[in-house]
Protein backbone atom coordinates (compact mmCIF):
# COMPACT_ATOMS: atom_id res chain seq x y z
CA UNK A 1 0.00 0.00 0.00
CA UNK A 2 1.40 3.02 -1.29
CA UNK A 3 1.25 5.85 1.68
CA UNK A 4 2.87 8.48 2.77
CA UNK A 5 2.83 9.82 6.40
CA UNK A 6 5.16 12.96 7.04
CA UNK A 7 6.29 13.78 10.62
CA UNK A 8 7.69 16.89 11.90
CA UNK A 9 9.19 18.61 15.06
CA UNK A 10 11.21 20.42 17.33
CA UNK A 11 14.19 18.56 18.63
CA UNK A 12 13.63 15.79 21.14
CA UNK A 13 10.14 16.13 20.75
CA UNK A 14 9.33 12.63 20.18
CA UNK A 15 8.97 12.39 16.42
CA UNK A 16 11.46 9.68 15.78
CA UNK A 17 9.64 7.52 19.04
CA UNK A 18 5.83 8.46 17.07
CA UNK A 19 7.62 6.68 13.46
CA UNK A 20 8.27 3.87 15.46
CA UNK A 21 4.52 3.04 17.18
CA UNK A 22 3.30 3.38 13.47
CA UNK A 23 5.92 0.46 12.03
CA UNK A 24 4.89 -1.39 14.85
CA UNK A 25 1.47 -2.06 13.65
CA UNK A 26 2.85 -3.32 10.04
CA UNK A 27 3.57 -6.96 10.13
CA UNK A 28 5.85 -6.94 7.22
CA UNK A 29 9.43 -6.22 6.39
CA UNK A 30 10.09 -3.27 7.86
CA UNK A 31 13.13 -0.73 7.11
CA UNK A 32 14.73 2.14 8.08
CA UNK A 33 16.81 4.25 6.41
CA UNK A 34 19.36 5.91 8.58
CA UNK A 35 21.03 9.53 7.17
CA UNK A 36 22.75 10.22 10.12
CA UNK A 37 26.81 9.39 9.89
CA UNK A 38 28.67 8.76 13.40
CA UNK A 39 31.28 11.52 12.51
CA UNK A 40 32.01 12.28 16.77
CA UNK A 41 31.17 10.45 19.83
CA UNK A 42 27.45 12.30 20.48
CA UNK A 43 26.46 11.40 17.05
CA UNK A 44 27.77 7.73 17.90
CA UNK A 45 25.57 7.43 21.26
CA UNK A 46 22.52 8.94 19.34
CA UNK A 47 22.52 6.58 16.90
CA UNK A 48 23.09 3.46 19.32
CA UNK A 49 20.45 4.44 21.33
CA UNK A 50 18.04 4.78 17.86
CA UNK A 51 19.39 0.93 16.92
CA UNK A 52 18.28 -0.31 20.44
CA UNK A 53 14.99 0.82 19.96
CA UNK A 54 14.12 -1.17 17.35
CA UNK A 55 17.07 -3.86 17.53
CA UNK A 56 16.26 -7.77 15.70
CA UNK A 57 13.25 -6.18 14.18
CA UNK A 58 14.36 -4.13 11.35
CA UNK A 59 16.22 -4.03 8.30
CA UNK A 60 19.20 -0.51 8.86
CA UNK A 61 20.30 1.33 5.36
CA UNK A 62 22.49 3.78 5.51
CA UNK A 63 21.40 7.04 3.54
CA UNK A 64 23.74 10.05 4.17
CA UNK A 65 23.40 10.98 0.52
CA UNK A 66 21.60 8.98 -1.40
CA UNK A 67 18.00 8.68 -0.02
CA UNK A 68 15.84 8.15 -3.43
CA UNK A 69 18.37 5.21 -4.44
CA UNK A 70 17.74 3.45 -0.75
CA UNK A 71 14.20 4.25 -1.06
CA UNK A 72 14.13 2.06 -4.74
CA UNK A 73 16.18 -0.43 -2.48
CA UNK A 74 13.15 -0.85 -0.01
CA UNK A 75 10.65 -0.52 -2.33
CA UNK A 76 7.95 -2.66 -0.56
CA UNK A 77 7.05 -3.22 3.29
CA UNK A 78 7.08 -0.34 5.59
CA UNK A 79 9.43 2.24 5.26
CA UNK A 80 10.77 5.10 8.14
CA UNK A 81 13.40 7.45 6.86
CA UNK A 82 15.04 9.44 9.78
CA UNK A 83 15.88 11.76 9.16
CA UNK A 84 15.42 14.69 6.32
CA UNK A 85 16.97 17.35 8.69
CA UNK A 86 20.04 15.62 9.01
CA UNK A 87 20.23 14.21 5.78
CA UNK A 88 19.81 18.08 3.90
CA UNK A 89 22.86 18.61 6.72
CA UNK A 90 24.83 16.38 4.95
CA UNK A 91 23.87 16.99 1.37
CA UNK A 92 24.81 21.00 1.65
CA UNK A 93 28.22 19.71 3.62
CA UNK A 94 28.80 17.62 0.03
CA UNK A 95 27.71 20.63 -2.20
CA UNK A 96 24.87 18.95 -3.50
CA UNK A 97 21.84 20.73 -5.03
CA UNK A 98 19.30 20.49 -2.07
CA UNK A 99 16.23 21.46 -3.84
CA UNK A 100 16.73 18.87 -7.07
CA UNK A 101 17.50 16.32 -4.21
CA UNK A 102 13.96 16.51 -2.47
CA UNK A 103 12.16 16.93 -5.85
CA UNK A 104 13.44 13.87 -6.72
CA UNK A 105 12.76 11.74 -3.23
CA UNK A 106 9.24 13.89 -3.90
CA UNK A 107 9.09 12.04 -6.92
CA UNK A 108 10.71 8.53 -6.23
CA UNK A 109 7.76 8.84 -2.99
CA UNK A 110 5.01 9.08 -5.16
CA UNK A 111 6.19 5.87 -6.82
CA UNK A 112 7.07 3.58 -4.54
CA UNK A 113 4.80 0.72 -3.63
CA UNK A 114 5.49 0.83 0.26
CA UNK A 115 4.10 2.48 3.47
CA UNK A 116 6.33 5.23 4.31
CA UNK A 117 6.94 7.12 7.28
CA UNK A 118 9.36 10.69 6.95
CA UNK A 119 10.85 12.51 9.71
CA UNK A 120 11.76 15.68 10.05
CA UNK A 121 12.58 18.86 12.16
CA UNK A 122 10.78 22.32 11.75
CA UNK A 123 13.07 24.32 12.20
CA UNK A 124 11.58 27.43 11.63
CA UNK A 125 10.06 27.82 15.08
CA UNK A 126 12.72 29.93 16.69
CA UNK A 127 14.81 33.15 16.29
CA UNK A 128 16.29 33.81 12.46
CA UNK A 129 20.15 32.35 12.65
CA UNK A 130 22.98 35.30 12.87
CA UNK A 131 24.88 33.93 9.73
CA UNK A 132 24.23 33.13 6.09
CA UNK A 133 25.04 29.36 6.67
CA UNK A 134 22.59 28.53 8.86
CA UNK A 135 20.09 30.79 7.33
CA UNK A 136 20.55 29.24 4.28
CA UNK A 137 20.04 25.38 6.04
CA UNK A 138 16.43 26.95 8.06
CA UNK A 139 15.38 28.25 4.93
CA UNK A 140 16.01 25.13 2.45
CA UNK A 141 14.85 22.91 5.34
CA UNK A 142 11.31 25.07 5.50
CA UNK A 143 11.75 24.32 1.46
CA UNK A 144 11.78 20.56 1.81
CA UNK A 145 9.14 20.88 4.41
CA UNK A 146 6.84 22.55 2.62
CA UNK A 147 7.17 19.71 -0.54
CA UNK A 148 7.05 16.78 1.37
CA UNK A 149 4.11 17.92 3.11
CA UNK A 150 2.61 18.77 0.42
CA UNK A 151 2.86 15.22 -1.48
CA UNK A 152 2.18 13.33 1.70
CA UNK A 153 -1.22 11.43 2.88
CA UNK A 154 -0.59 12.19 6.58
CA UNK A 155 1.16 15.42 8.46
CA UNK A 156 1.63 14.64 11.90
CA UNK A 157 3.33 17.42 13.93
CA UNK A 158 4.74 16.43 17.41
CA UNK A 159 5.36 18.44 20.09
CA UNK A 160 5.97 17.54 23.62
CA UNK A 161 5.40 13.54 22.51
CA UNK A 162 2.09 14.25 21.74
CA UNK A 163 0.57 14.26 17.78
CA UNK A 164 -0.88 16.59 16.56
CA UNK A 165 -2.67 16.17 13.08
CA UNK A 166 -2.20 18.72 10.27
CA UNK A 167 -3.20 16.36 7.27
CA UNK A 168 -4.78 13.56 6.54
CA UNK A 169 -6.17 11.88 3.64
CA UNK A 170 -5.08 13.87 0.64
CA UNK A 171 -1.96 14.38 -1.08
CA UNK A 172 -3.56 16.73 -3.53
CA UNK A 173 -2.59 20.45 -2.54
CA UNK A 174 -5.27 22.78 -1.06
CA UNK A 175 -6.34 25.41 -3.41
CA UNK A 176 -5.02 28.99 -3.06
CA UNK A 177 -7.65 31.21 -1.44
CA UNK A 178 -7.93 34.38 -3.00
CA UNK A 179 -7.07 37.26 -1.69
CA UNK A 180 -9.38 40.35 -2.30
CA UNK A 181 -6.88 43.48 -3.03
CA UNK A 182 -6.78 46.32 -0.62
CA UNK A 183 -6.83 48.67 -3.77
CA UNK A 184 -8.88 51.30 -4.08
CA UNK A 185 -10.59 51.09 -0.47
CA UNK A 186 -11.29 54.26 1.45
CA UNK A 187 -9.32 54.39 4.76
Same mark, same amino acid.
Given at each position: MNRVT?????????? $? +????????????????? =?? /? &? *?????????????? $? +????????????????? =?? /? &? *???????????????????????DVRAEVAALCEALKKTKAQVVIVSNEVGLSIVPENALARAFRDEQGLANQRLAEIADEVVFIAAGLPVILKRGSRRRAPARKVKSSRGRKA
Open positions: FILGGARSGK $S +RYAETLAQKHRGAKTYI =AT /A &E *AIDDEMHERIAMHR $S +RREGQWTTREAPLDLVA =AL /A &E *ANTGFILIDCITVWIGNLMHHGR
